[in-house]
Every structure is written in C-alpha cells, then in structure tokens.
C-alpha cells in the first residue's frame, strides 16, 4: 500500500472527495476519486513522481488537504490545519501528527519502530506523496533505516550539546578552539573524531536534525555555563566630593 492508503485507512473513515472511477496518479491504484486535471494547480511541479491515470483518488486527496477538521482535532487547533505543515508517524498502525517541537516523541516513535517516518523541516511543501515505504524520509532527504547507526549518531551529537556545544557547530564541524578547551576537550576529540567520519552522510543530516535536550539536560547546561562564565573585575568607584560654596547675596 502506498502512505497515503495507509494514512488514509487509518484516519479519514472513509472520508469523500469525489466518486470518479479510475486509476490515481499518486497512488497507482484504482480507486474512486476526482478527475486529476480538474484537480491539479499550475503550482504543481512534482510531475515526476505521478503515475500514469486519470483521477486523483481520495485516499490522495486526503492526504494533499488543506483545511483538514481530522488533523485539527488530532492536534487540538483552533482552526482547520495543512496536511503539508506536519509531520507525519505512523506506529502500530497508530497515525501521529508532529512539528518540529516534537522531536522528542519522533524519536522515541522511531525507537520503537515506526512504520512510516517522513518528516518536514519547513511545512510548506506536500512531502508524504513521494514517501517510500521502507525509507525514513525528511523532506527530499530519503535513508535506509538502521536504527543502531542512527542512534550511535545521535547520541554522540547529543553527548556534544550536553556540555555545551551548539547544534550548529556540531553539523557544520566549526567549533570555537577556545570553547573546547573550556568545555571538555577529551569528549570532544572523541565524539568529534567519529563524528567526521559521517559528517554530510544522509543518515548524518537525518539524525542532526533529530537534536533535541530534555529540560533537566537545558538546566544542567545553563548552570555548567554560568560557571564557567569570567567574573567581571570590580572597579573601584571613587567618589569625588566638591566643596559647595556659599552663594552671596547682592542685597
């Protein structure tokens, strides 16, 4: 089955678009649906990964929607929501919708197991169509899973941030030589000399933007910094005192 057919079976209940007979161009599979060139925007420029038909199904349609009420309840919004703006889990035949706040609860899905991982960074673009089944996705970015070399990865990073380093510096691999030698300059040559090994690997770019510290990990963090923070030099404040003279009076 493709994402959409399984994202759909679990959540819509057999929600309609339309009642068209025919072959989807997202799916590849006949179902029942809308005519696809009534349907498509002159927006739409991911040709490539349409499939030779002539609707567009509703399982599909499901998942392209833009004021979808199952997503908003999911989420508890206030108003309809994007189906682009999430990401999106599916576990034990469980349906999830996260943001980027959620890093935490994707891990752990994908600790467990999850059957569908494709992730956005940004929300603005339909990402769940092109999925592969049997990939962990981010946006354009597609991995094989391996659930040891992901998490080896993550945890070296994540050792990284608990002493201090930023997210940006351990992507990018451009560290304050100052900084090291303050913060644990034997963790960092470890970690960091496995770390290059990978840097700029898919599975590297996937696992980077999987960073996430809990909140005691944050505290402990501040404090190790506040630490280690330079006094400031008191500087002795003088007080200069000036004689007031008396005013004489004219009259």
Same mark, same amino acid.
């Given at each position: 089955?493709?994402?959409?057919?399984?994202?759909?079976?679990?959540?819509?209940?057999?929600?309609?678009?339309?009642?068209?007979?025919?072959?989807?161009?997202?799916?590849?599979?006949?179902?029942?649906?809308?005519?696809?060139?009534?349907?498509?925007?002159?927006?739409?420029?991911?040709?490539g990964?349409?499939k030779?038909?002539?609707?567009?199904?509703?399982?599909?349609?499901f998942?392209?929607?833009?004021?979808?009420e199952?997503?908003?309840?999911?989420t508890?919004?206030?108003?309809?929501?994007?189906f682009? %703006?999430?990401?999106h889990?599916? $576990?034990n035949?469980?349906?999830?919708?996260?943001t980027?706040?959620?890093?935490?609860?994707?891990?752990?899905?994908?600790?467990k197991?999850?059957?569908?991982v494709?992730l956005?960074?940004?929300?603005?673009?339909?990402v769940?169509?092109?999925h592969?089944i049997?990939?962990?996705?981010?946006?354009?970015?597609?991995v094989?899973?391996?659930?040891?070399?992901?998490?080896? $990865?993550?945890?070296?990073?994540?050792?990284?941030?608990?002493?201090?380093?930023?997210?940006?510096?351990i992507?990018?691999?451009?560290?304050?030589?100052n900084?090291?030698?303050k913060?644990?300059f034997?963790?960092?040559?470890?970690?960091e000399?496995?770390?290059?090994?990978?840097?700029?690997?898919?599975?590297?770019?996937?696992?980077?933007?999987m960073?996430?510290?809990?909140?005691?990990?944050?505290e402990?963090?501040?404090?190790?910094?506040?630490?280690?923070?330079?006094?400031?030099?008191?500087?002795?404040t003088?007080?200069?005192? %000036?004689?007031?003279?008396?005013?004489?009076?004219?009259f």
């Amino acid at each position: 089955m493709s994402p959409c057919e399984i994202i759909y079976n679990i959540g819509a209940k057999q929600k309609k678009y339309g009642d068209l007979s025919g072959i989807c161009r997202i799916t590849g599979k006949e179902s029942l649906g809308m005519n696809f060139n009534d349907w498509v925007k002159d927006t739409f420029t991911d040709h490539g990964s349409l499939k030779v038909g002539t609707i567009i199904s509703n399982e599909a349609l499901f998942c392209f929607d833009e004021a979808s009420e199952i997503i908003q309840a999911k989420t508890g919004k206030d108003k309809l929501q994007r189906f682009r %703006t999430y990401s999106h889990v599916v $576990l034990n035949e469980q349906w999830f919708c996260f943001t980027k706040a959620h890093k935490k609860e994707i891990f752990e899905a994908i600790k467990k197991g999850a059957e569908i991982v494709c992730l956005t960074d940004s929300g603005q673009k339909h990402v769940l169509f092109k999925h592969k089944i049997g990939f962990w996705q981010l946006d354009e970015l597609f991995v094989k899973p391996d659930l040891e070399f992901f998490l080896s $990865l993550h945890s070296a990073m994540t050792d990284l941030m608990k002493i201090g380093f930023n997210q940006s510096s351990i992507i990018e691999g451009n560290y304050n030589p100052n900084f090291i030698q303050k913060n644990g300059f034997e963790i960092w040559r470890e970690k960091e000399t496995y770390l290059k090994q990978h840097r700029g690997s898919g599975m590297f770019g996937f696992a980077s933007w999987m960073l996430f510290l809990d909140e005691s990990d944050k505290e402990k963090v501040k404090e190790q910094m506040s630490k280690k923070e330079p006094k400031k030099e008191q500087k002795e404040t003088i007080v200069v005192q %000036t004689e007031v003279k008396p005013q004489l009076s004219l009259f």
